[in-house]
Nanobody, 117 residues
Framework: QVQLVESGGGLVQAGGSLRLSCATS????????MGWYRQAPGKQRELVAS???????NYADSVKGRFTISRDNAKSTVYLQMNSLKPEDTAVYYC???????????WGKGTLVTVSS
């Protein structure tokens, strides 16, 4: 029904930047909220940033001022611009799409971001 494909992950040095992309397809008009999550080995998946259909954004305290979430409706793509990367940002980053009714979460397969010190 909704497909999410992440891209843009890779290896970067501390202080560097990466831009992640989430290409969406299917019944995306049903989605009320999109976001980026990340999960490091041995840790729980955590919300990094989210954006509503109205454009309101929310960020985890750990990434405020460094990361920016945005969307391009014409391209059906959500982005996560990551600047001033730190080794603790190393994780698999997942794109998420939330459908309010019926309640459901869609997930991409993830893209690995590795930040070296």
């Amino acid at each position: 029904q909704v497909q999410l494909v992440e891209s843009g992950g890779g290896l970067v040095q501390a202080g560097g930047s990466l831009r992640l992309s989430c290409a969406t397809s299917g019944s995306i008009f049903m989605i009320s909220l999109m976001g980026w999550y990340r999960q490091a080995p041995g840790k729980q998946r955590e919300l990094v940033a989210s954006i509503t259909t109205g454009g309101s954004t929310n960020y985890a305290d750990s990434v405020k001022g460094r990361f920016t979430i945005s969307r391009d409706n014409a391209k059906s793509t959500v982005y996560l611009q990551m600047n001033s990367l730190k080794p603790e940002d190393t994780a698999v980053y997942y794109c998420n799409a939330y459908r309010t009714w019926p309640n459901y979460n869609y997930w991409g397969k993830g893209t690995l971001v590795t930040v070296s010190s």
